[in-house]
């Protein structure tokens, strides 16, 4: 029997994708070229010579995980304003997870000159080496999110599909599928009537609401808790994209240290194609922490559970990786659903939509008497011998 997705996907998979990126790397660093102040100054990458090394997708504990460390050479070209050519080299002696997610080195960049130097080659040279070399870089951050894209169907078994191996997931177009299955695929069709509810997480933080605000929307620090790629200029209007391109939208509004609004859209085969859901985040500063409401509103019916498990797997659990202290969670969840209130308490709003679900301890009032009870069965203990012991016959005295 086939495992369920949740079990599935949280066992450690991996796929070598090394022929792939090779020439993903030869195909798409030759299409870059730049232009200079000056008329006819101009420079491009003309030949990807070598790429040495390892490029793996790795899935653990439902989480999709580039892997790579290369070593890549290639040729550069360029014309002056005279139109004299200008050749070089350039070697990149490791393009790595560990530099375009981690953020934790630069590259190095070894470029060397083979035309003889004069004043308009060496204006060349110095195109290649800021503006290319820029180029070169903006075009390397985008190698994560490509990989996932391509290939995490390959590993990544989805909630309602159970894709082969080495090939793509059916769409829904291609697919015959049974009663269930053509529902979806009419809700897929017809993206504005997609029944859809609200995920809300709560989780409190030890830590001030300027700071989690920043970790949210700063390009900067965002790859140190999401370990990829980010883009995020944090302006109204403008795209964002995170988890090396796992999640993409816009940016609604934004209101430093206070609120994030916020289209969110899940690059999974389970997130119906074109719908955006919204993404509402509020920090409330306490005196010494600070709490996060995560409100996705448009998340699609069915996929509840899948979202909350997201939300709190990547964000939530990903602030907690570099060292942010939770001090709790709550899940505000539709009275619709029914759940055990044992060991949790439940509490109702007042309109009786929704139910609060807390861990929580049982009220104060109740141990007391259990330790009451408990001190007395101590000491009928430890009193039982000697009150055994008085009882029996006194001995007389020997006179």
Same mark, same amino acid.
């Given at each position: 029997? !086939?495992?369920?997705?949740?079990?599935?996907?949280?066992?450690?998979?991996?796929?070598?994708?090394?022929?792939? =990126?090779?020439?993903?790397?030869?195909?798409?660093?030759?299409?870059?070229?730049?232009?200079?102040?000056?008329?006819?100054?101009?420079?491009?990458?003309?030949?990807?010579?070598?790429?040495?090394?390892?490029?793996?997708? &790795?899935?653990?504990?439902?989480?999709?995980?580039?892997?790579?460390?290369?070593?890549?050479?290639?040729?550069?070209?360029?014309?002056? *304003?005279?139109?004299?050519?200008?050749?070089?080299?350039?070697?990149?002696?490791?393009?790595?997870?560990?530099?375009?997610?981690? &953020?934790?080195?630069?590259?190095?960049?070894?470029?060397?000159?083979?035309? !003889?130097?004069?004043?308009?080659?060496?204006?060349?040279?110095?195109?290649?080496?800021?503006?290319?070399?820029?180029?070169?870089?903006?075009?390397? *951050?985008?190698?994560?999110?490509?990989?996932?894209?391509?290939?995490?169907?390959?590993?990544?078994?989805?909630?309602?599909?159970?894709?082969?191996?080495?090939?793509?997931?059916?769409?829904?177009?291609?697919?015959?599928? !049974?009663?269930?299955?053509?529902?979806?695929?009419? %809700?897929?069709?017809?993206?504005?009537?997609?029944?859809? $509810?609200?995920?809300?997480?709560?989780?409190?933080?030890?830590?001030?609401?300027?700071?989690?605000?920043?970790?949210?929307?700063?390009?900067?620090?965002?790859?140190?808790?999401?370990?990829?790629?980010?883009?995020?200029? !944090?302006?109204?209007?403008?795209?964002?994209?995170?988890?090396?391109?796992?999640?993409?939208?816009?940016?609604?509004?934004?209101?430093?240290?206070?609120?994030?609004?916020?289209?969110?859209?899940?690059?999974?085969?389970?997130?119906?194609?074109?719908?955006? +859901?919204?993404?509402?985040?509020?920090?409330?500063?306490?005196?010494?922490?600070?709490?996060? $409401?995560?409100?996705? =509103?448009?998340?699609?019916?069915?996929?509840?559970?899948?979202?909350?498990?997201?939300?709190?797997?990547?964000?939530?659990?990903?602030?907690?990786?570099?060292?942010?202290?939770?001090?709790? %969670?709550?899940?505000?969840?539709?009275?619709?659903?029914?759940?055990?209130?044992?060991?949790?308490?439940?509490?109702?709003?007042?309109?009786?939509?929704?139910?609060?679900?807390?861990?929580?301890?049982?009220?104060?009032?109740?141990?007391?008497? +259990?330790?009451?009870?408990?001190?007395?069965?101590? %000491?009928?203990?430890?009193?039982?011998?000697?009150?055994?012991?008085?009882?029996?016959?006194?001995?007389?005295?020997? $006179?």
């Amino acid at each position: 029997m !086939a495992l369920p997705p949740s079990t599935a996907n949280w066992h450690w998979k991996n796929k070598n994708v090394t022929p792939w =990126a090779k020439d993903w790397l030869k195909r798409e660093l030759t299409t870059l070229s730049v232009t200079g102040d000056k008329e006819g100054e101009a420079v491009s990458i003309s030949e990807v010579t070598s790429v040495e090394g390892d490029v793996e997708l &790795g899935q653990r504990k439902s989480k999709l995980l580039t892997i790579f460390d290369c070593d890549v050479r290639m040729r550069w070209s360029g014309t002056t *304003s005279a139109g004299s050519e200008v050749k070089g080299t350039l070697s990149i002696p490791e393009v790595s997870h560990e530099i375009i997610c981690d &953020g934790l080195s630069d590259f190095v960049f070894n470029w060397s000159l083979e035309t !003889a130097s004069s004043a308009d080659v060496d204006a060349i040279y110095k195109l290649a080496r800021t503006q290319l070399q820029s180029a070169i870089e903006t075009k390397l *951050s985008t190698l994560p999110g490509d990989i996932i894209a391509t290939h995490s169907k390959d590993i990544h078994i989805s909630g309602t599909s159970t894709p082969v191996s080495g090939t793509a997931t059916p769409t829904p177009s291609s697919a015959k599928p !049974a009663a269930p299955p053509a529902v979806k695929k009419a %809700v897929l069709e017809t993206v504005k009537g997609i029944n859809s $509810t609200t995920v809300t997480v709560e989780p409190t933080f030890q830590a001030s609401a300027d700071d989690i605000y920043n970790l949210l929307t700063d390009e900067n620090k965002i790859p140190a808790w999401t370990r990829n790629a980010a883009v995020s200029q !944090a302006k109204p209007d403008t795209e964002y994209s995170l988890f090396g391109g796992g999640v993409k939208g816009k940016y609604v509004s934004l209101s430093p240290g206070k609120e994030i609004v916020q289209t969110w859209i899940l690059q999974s085969p389970t997130w119906p194609s074109g719908h955006a +859901a919204t993404l509402t985040t509020t920090l409330d500063q306490g005196s010494d922490s600070t709490k996060v $409401t995560f409100s996705l =509103a448009g998340v699609p019916l069915g996929m509840e559970e899948e979202i909350r498990r997201n939300l709190e797997g990547y964000y939530v659990h990903g602030f907690k990786s570099i060292g942010y202290v939770l001090i709790s %969670v709550s899940r505000p969840t539709p009275s619709s659903r029914s759940r055990s209130s044992s060991p949790r308490q439940k509490r109702s709003s007042k309109n009786g939509s929704a139910t609060l679900e807390e861990e929580t301890l049982p009220p104060p009032s109740l141990f007391l008497p +259990a330790a009451i009870i408990g001190t007395l069965v101590l %000491v009928a203990a430890l009193a039982l011998p000697f009150l055994t012991s008085s009882s029996a016959p006194i001995p007389p005295r020997s $006179t």
